[in-house]
Structures are given as structure tokens and as C-alpha cells.
């Protein structure tokens, strides 16, 4: 399994030199199964890269797993190139939710006069796939990738997905978004035994937006600490930890200053970069 990193940059893309070793695109990440699998991971402006590399490589079939509907993760949708793309097919999946429709949601982005085409209009054949449950049952199949899936807290909700290759034994955690301090003892509880089955995970990318001297600023506003990231890590017995969505205004020197810290916490511990492949 490799994990392409399109973007990792949370609530908003920046584009100034001095956020480029980190990157400033938004959340979006190319899952690359062993027997040729594609799942991208949210669609923030990171998309748009992955969507080049995916036809680079005459990649078509296509699974995005969406972890919610705020804006930094789907503003990529307009700029992903396989939408224009005849030979693609695009399956677009989230879990079912009272008052969200996964084609409305995304219709909505590109409804006249915002984008000149529509959904419907686009070259790429699409499906939409509502997930069943709150906390997955079954595991939904994508070739000979096992996705798992289960909320996590956030203001209006947030999924995380957990995606098993058994062929390889390689297992990755997606959990961006997630407010570790606020969720309540038992959903904590609830979260590391999902998160742990049905072995620990090789690795976990993790929300740590924040650090232990900002966060009571930002209390409520959706995101973890990175000391939270560690916590959590070290809680389900991952390997490896990524750190994501790092914070607008946070530039490599301060990201920097954050990752040693990080490494010293945690060995197998890294904030994720934006165009870093990593193989699992
Ligand atoms: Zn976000």
C-alpha cells in the first residue's frame, strides 16, 4: 500500500513560500492498493495533483471516500481531472447521514452560476454510494482493500476510515478533524477498540492542528492537539503517526519547531508533507 500526500493543510489553502516544505494545499490523499486499487481520501485543492498523477498512470476506476462536507475538503472537486475524463469511473462514498445526500452535497458546489458544469454534465461516469450505519458493520470491499468506518467528534460530524490490505498486512487510519479532548470518555473508549480491529494499525494519520499552548483558544473549533495525535497513537499501537491538518497561519519554521518536538514524544512520529510517498 502506498499513501500519496495531495494536501494536508487544514481550513484553507495558502500559497506563499514559506508553507511550501510542508505544503498549502487542503486534505486530500491517494490510497494505492498492492493489486492496483485507487481510493482517494477527501477532496480538498490537494485532489487536483492526485487527479494527474491518477491519469499519468492510467488509472480510471476510482473510489473517493468522503470523511465529511466542509469546505477544505471538498474544494478540489472542480479541479479533479478525471471528472472530464470519458474513461473514468468515480464513485463518490459516505456514510449516510440524517440531512445530507452525498450527490446533493456535491452538486451544490457546482451549481450555475459557481462552475460552468455540472455533475451530471461531466465526461467521467459517477455513482454515489451512501455507507449504511454510523459505525460500520461490515466492512465495504474495494478490490482486495477491507474500509472500515466510524464517527468521530466534530462540530456537524466527521468519519474517520480505516483501510486493511490483507495480501500485505499493511493497515492505515485516516482521522482528520477530530476534536480528541471533547469527545466523551466512552466515545473515546468506543474509538481506540474500533481503531484497534482487527490489529492495531501499521499507521495513523492523525488531526493535531493544534498545539498544547493554543488549544484552549480554539476549544470547540473541531481539531486535536498534536499531543493528542501522540496520546492516540500510542493508545491503539501504531507504528507509525502522521500528523495532518496543520493549521493556516503555521509556516515550515513554526511546523519545524513542532515535528522535533513531535519525534521526541513519539519515534515512529512525522507531520505529514504534502507530495511525501509513503510505503507501508
Ligand atoms: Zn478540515
Known amino acids: 500500500m502506498n499513501i500519496v500526500v495531495g494536501g494536508v493543510r487544514g481550513s484553507f489553502p495558502i500559497s506563499q513560500t514559506n508553507f511550501m516544505r510542508y505544503g498549502g494545499d487542503t486534505t486530500s490523499f491517494l490510497i494505492e492498493g498492492a493489486g492496483g486499487e485507487r481510493v482517494l481520501l477527501d477532496i480538498g485543492t490537494g485532489a487536483r495533483r492526485l487527479g494527474a498523477r491518477l491519469q499519468r498512470r492510467s488509472a480510471h476506476d476510482v473510489l473517493v471516500l468522503l470523511t465529511h462536507f466542509h469546505l477544505d475538503h471538498l474544494i478540489g472537486l472542480p479541479a479533479l481531472s478525471l471528472l472530464y475524463d470519458a474513461r473514468a469511473h468515480i464513485e463518490f462514498a459516505a456514510p449516510r447521514r440524517a440531512g445530507h445526500q452525498i450527490a446533493r452535497e456535491l452538486s451544490r458546489l457546482l451549481e450555475p452560476p459557481l462552475w460552468p458544469l455540472q455533475l451530471d454534465g461531466m465526461a467521467a461516469a459517477l455513482r454515489f454510494r451512501n455507507l449504511p450505519g454510523l459505525v460500520c458493520r461490515r466492512p465495504l470491499r474495494w478490490g482486495g482493500l477491507a474500509i472500515r468506518w466510524a464517527p468521530v467528534h466534530h462540530p456537524a460530524g466527521c468519519w474517520s476510515y480505516r483501510l486493511d490490505e490483507p495480501a500485505t498486512g499493511a493497515s492505515m487510519i485516516f482521522a482528520t478533524d477530530i476534536e480528541w479532548p471533547m469527545a466523551s470518555s466512552s466515545a473515546r473508549a468506543q474509538w481506540i ?54 493549521a493556516p497561519d503555521r509556516d515550515d519554521a513554526a511546523m519545524a519547531a513542532i515535528e522535533r518536538r513531535l519525534r521526541a514524544a513519539f519515534r515512529g512520529a512525522r507531520a505529514a508533507r504534502q507530495g511525501q510517498i509513503i510505503h507501508l
Not at 488549544?215 to 495525535?229: L, M
Open 193 to 246: 477498540k474500533w481503531a484497534t480491529q482487527p490489529e492495531p494499525p501499521t499507521a495513523l494519520f492523525f488531526d493535531g492542528q493544534y498545539t498544547p499552548e493554543d488549544y484552549e483558544r480554539f476549544r470547540g473549533w473541531g481539531h486535536s492537539r498534536w499531543t493528542d495525535a501522540v496520546e492516540v497513537a500510542r493508545a491503539v499501537g501504531a507504528k507509525w503517526l502522521f500528523v495532518i491538518h496543520h
